[in-house]
């Protein structure tokens, strides 16, 4: 039973450090997902369960699809061109490439805020030299791209949220009957 309490406790530290990466644009909701999977595998695939840890990728997934497309998806809205589509989704992952590297902690959402809008205002101003329109479109892209950040990061929380609840359901399952609360 100590060893039960102790994974849960793990699971959970792993998941606060999953949400934490999620917030700054790096891989946390796969840390999380995998985390669930080595505590289900621990407990023989009993406690989270196939069926839920599916559900969970699937989620994970569509919240990172979701991401990657939402600033495109924003200047598009506001009536970019196809090229600045391109240049938002482009631009958002360059950004936080290259930024990743200077500035350490924040750079993959610094960057990938600043490469969308630049993305997006390149990609409009190579169709039509209207600065305005372009500044407008990058603005767009950015607030698209905020929104699948704080998509993405609602993900994790909800990803986190559901494996830990599953593991806690599954241990009170198997050990309700020996806990003694008087």
């Known amino acids: 039973m100590i060893i039960d309490v102790t994974l849960i406790l793990l699971l ?25 999977v080595a505590y289900d595998w621990y407990f023989d695939w009993s406690r989270i369960t196939w069926v839920w840890l599916l559900a969970l990728l699937g989620l994970a997934v569509a919240s990172e699809i979701f991401d990657a497309l939402a600033g495109a998806f924003a200047a598009r809205k506001a009536g970019a061109s196809k090229q600045a589509t391109i240049g938002a989704f482009i631009g958002g992952f360059a950004g936080m490439i290259i930024f990743s590297i200077p500035i350490p902690v924040l750079g993959t959402v610094v960057g990938g805020l600043l490469g969308c809008f630049c993305g997006a205002l390149i990609g409009e101003m190579s169709v039509r030299s209207d600065m305005t329109a372009g500044t407008k479109i990058g603005t767009y892209a950015v607030l698209g791209k905020v929104i699948g950040i704080v998509a993405k990061t609602g993900a994790a929380l909800a990803v986190a949220g559901g494996l830990l609840t599953l593991a806690a359901m599954g241990w009170w399952a198997e050990n309700a009957t020996r806990i003694k609360l008087w």
Request: hydrophobic residues 75%.
């Open 12 to 36: 959970a530290l792993v998941a606060a450090a999953g949400l934490g990466l999620a917030v700054l644009q790096l891989p946390g909701i796969w840390l999380i997902l995998a985390a669930g």
